[in-house]
């Protein structure tokens, strides 16, 4: 099964559906990086942009300090592709109509798509 695969889905607990997205995800808040903060992204083949909005622990503990590298450790279905870029200005990702495409990777990181 690809890590990551575009499949719509209700907004379940996460451990349910790990590897999908979960989308469209009823939300009520969003995520945002502040200006010369580095921003970890996947990007689709399609080119949406994902970014993380939380990393998880669970599977590596240590994973905080490889975040730079995770890409490396990444699984990923073809033409998926995983960055590290630091926005010029604030970057701020929030559902629209309480709608959130969200993404997990293989370690559980949580990315919802930047629309």
Known sequence: MDRLHQKPAPAVDARSHLGEVRGPAH???GASGGTG????ELVAPDGSVYAMQSA????????AEQ???????LQMPDGWTYR???PDQDLVVQARDGVAHVVLDEF????QRED
Request: glycine residues 4%; without cysteine.
């Open 108 to 111: 559980e990181n949580n990315y």
């Open 84 to 86: 590290v870029r630091t």
């Open 56 to 63: 998880s622990l669970i599977k590596d503990p240590n994973l």
């Open 67 to 73: 975040l730079p590298n995770l890409g490396e450790r």
């Open 27 to 29: 939300r009520r808040i």
């Open 37 to 40: 903060q580095p921003v970890h």
